[in-house]
């Protein structure tokens, strides 16, 4: 059973820092695309970044570039996301994907979902 499980969220004031991680387990996913997307109070889930575990090339929303980096550790079985730079616009909630197709996981269609994780940015 694969099971992607995040962590790292927290409250933090504008300009900070945070560091998500999302452990994955129950499958080997070197051929696997995996990412990142949120969702907002009110808003409609949105894509932030994904990564293809294979060869590591990464793909960002524009919103983001430049400030949030993805990136996975293949020991650990997992994927990070590093989030500098934060604006109070980045309040959501951050969801880990996984997905054989690239494609598909930037369709909003991946296979699995982890249960999500609160970031929270003050002005």
């Known amino acids: 059973q694969v099971q992607l499980v995040e962590s790292g969220g927290g409250l933090v004031q504008a300009g900070g820092s945070l560091r998500l991680s999302c452990a994955a387990s129950?499958?080997?996913?070197?051929?696997?695309?995996m990412g990142w997307f949120r969702q907002a109070p009110g808003k409609e889930r949105e894509f932030v970044a994904c990564?293809?575990?294979?060869?590591?090339?990464?793909s960002y929303a524009d919103s983001v570039k430049g400030r949030f980096t993805i990136s996975r550790d293949s020991a650990k079985n997992t994927v990070y996301m590093q989030m500098n730079s934060l604006k109070p616009e980045d309040t959501a909630v951050y969801y880990c994907?996984?997905?054989?197709?690239?494609?598909?996981?930037?369709?909003?269609?991946?296979?699995?979902w982890g249960q999500g994780t609160q970031v929270t940015v003050s002005s």
């Open positions: 994907v996984a997905d054989p197709e690239r494609t598909r996981l930037l369709r909003s269609l991946a296979d699995y």
């Open positions: 990564i293809r575990w294979s060869s590591g090339s990464t």
């Open positions: 129950g499958r080997t996913f070197s051929s696997y695309a």
